[in-house]
Nanobody, 114 residues
Framework: QVQLVESGGGLVQPGGSLRLSCVASGGIVSISNMGWYRQAPGKQRELVADIRAGFRANYADFVKGRFTISGDSAKNTVYLQMNDLKPEDTAVYYC????????WGQGTQVTVSS
């Protein structure tokens, strides 16, 4: 059974940075099936960034130039480096692994506020 454990969320001021980590266990095929989503209160869950075939990074328009997704296959870990954070980035961030099914982590809260 695939399990995803996120860490790294917290409270940060506007313009600050955070780095999220997601460790996968349970026999994933590849970190190129992993990504990050977020869900703000009252809104639908949305894609932030993911790693696609060939280890190509894909980003939502609203994070391009600010967030960077990366991975370490040896550690089955995916990271999300978030820079220049804005109040509208406040949300619960979820790690996702997709292989026939969607697997989700428990989420980590990111709050951007002064």
């Amino acid at each position: 059974q695939v399990q995803l454990v996120e860490s790294g969320g917290g409270l940060v001021q506007p313009g600050g940075s955070l780095r999220l980590s997601c460790v996968a266990s349970g026999g994933i095929v590849s970190i190129s099936n992993m990504g990050w989503y977020r869900q703000a209160p009252g809104k639908q869950r949305e894609l932030v960034a993911d790693i696609r075939a060939g280890f190509r990074a894909n980003y939502a328009d609203f994070v391009k130039g600010r967030f960077t997704i990366s991975g370490d296959s040896a550690k089955n870990t995916v990271y999300l480096q978030m820079n220049d954070l804005k109040p509208e980035d406040t949300a619960v961030y979820y790690c996702n692994y997709r292989y026939f099914f969607d697997y989700w982590g428990q989420g980590t809260q990111v709050t951007v506020s002064s």
